[in-house]
């Protein structure tokens, strides 16, 4: 973006960005051909490309002209290998990548077209240059694609995953929700309530003797879920108005935990099986019903909610408060004295 939140009308849901950085450097669209971010290599040799979507809105499709990509981790876990040309990366999603330099000396277009911008490639726009040792210091004239190995995340699995805990049934897990978007004017909902930043942080509500969701602010958005329990979390896209809310398909982001993705976007069978573990999930659009499951082995408030930064302003999220009583034992011991006395006494109470 060129300009501030406020300058582009903070209250909007569907602000476009004005060009595509990698690693820092980019071009725009009537700007000037400015330098690019330059990825070396030598031939011959094979590298780990980490790929990090650090977009707060634009999802990407990243491919490198001439050179397939194996994946070999999703979001720090590692995976059996995938063979790709293309990847779709979402705000939040982190992948490895190993690369082999087996082309030609030259340079090659690096390519992230991204959704909520120009998709042109003319003039270096949303691109970046892999040059190989020797290659002359120039803009590629690579042409893209075709592609053929196209990225399914319902057949990327975990490396050595010991499956999926809980009965390998659709909701049989010990604690099923459903969590359901919605889209009012100009706010976002899960299961019809829009979230509001409380003005006493959760853990600090739990701290401070609150241990059931009734206690909790926001109201509405908070789901206690018991301690060593599988959890299963379903997000259907199933508005007709809405393609699954405005602005999708949208990352949803787990803290806390690492979840398996039994249901993916775009499929619709579940893997209980050999799915891929991740913290971070698309969630599709129109007829889809991403669905994962993790468990509750780490007492606390964790926040769930949608990467697209203009999206959880706006409301998109709640918070899974993990057996409160046990977060308040431990969280409470780790929390050292002169931190508790920052807080005057009239702002600790939950009530």
């Avoid at 990090?52 to 194996?70: E, P, Q, Y």
């Amino acid at each position: 973006y060129h300009n501030s939140s406020i300058e582009l009308g903070a209250i909007s849901t569907q602000v476009f960005p004005d060009s595509t950085v990698i690693n820092g450097l980019g071009r725009y669209s009537g700007g000037p051909s400015s330098p690019l971010a330059v990825i070396n290599v030598e031939e011959g040799k094979r590298y780990r490309f980490r790929i990090v979507g650090l977009s707060c809105a634009s999802w990407f499709n990243f491919t490198i002209d001439g050179h397939n990509m194996t994946i070999i981790e999703a979001d720090g876990i590692e995976t059996e290998p995938m063979v790709v040309d293309s990847l779709p990366v979402f705000p939040g999603q982190r992948y490895s990548v190993v690369v082999t330099a087996n082309q030609a000396v030259g340079n090659y277009w690096i390519r992230a077209s991204a959704d909520l911008l120009n998709r042109t490639f003319e003039g270096g726009l949303n691109s970046a240059i892999l040059r190989y040792e020797g290659a002359a210091d120039e803009d590629p004239t690579t042409e893209e694609g075709p592609y053929d190995l196209d990225f399914n995340q319902s057949i990327l699995t975990t490396l050595d995953s010991a499956g999926v805990p809980g009965t390998p049934e659709v909701g049989k897990a010990d604690v099923n929700i459903n969590l359901i978007p919605g889209h009012i004017g100009a706010l976002f909902n899960i299961n019809n309530v829009s979230f509001v930043d409380p003005t006493v942080p959760v853990l600090l509500q739990i701290l401070s003797g609150a241990t059931h969701a009734s206690q909790l602010l926001p109201a509405g958005s908070i789901y206690e879920l018991p301690h060593n329990k599988v959890i299963e979390l379903s997000f259907p896209a199933t508005d007709n108005l809405t393609n699954g809310a405005v602005g999708g398909p949208h990352p949803m982001h787990l803290h806390g935990h690492r979840f398996w993705v039994i249901r993916s976007a775009g499929n619709s069978s579940y893997n209980f099986d050999h799915p891929v573990m991740r913290d971070t999930v698309s969630m599709g659009t129109q007829g889809d019903n991403v669905t994962i499951r993790f468990v509750t082995d780490n007492p606390g408030p964790w926040f769930f909610h949608c990467h697209i930064d203009w999206h959880l302003h706006h409301g998109f999220a709640v918070v899974m408060a993990e057996s409160p009583s046990e977060a308040a034992i431990e969280q409470g011991n780790a929390v050292p004295q002169d931190w508790k006395s920052l807080c005057p006494a009239n702002l600790t109470s939950s009530s």
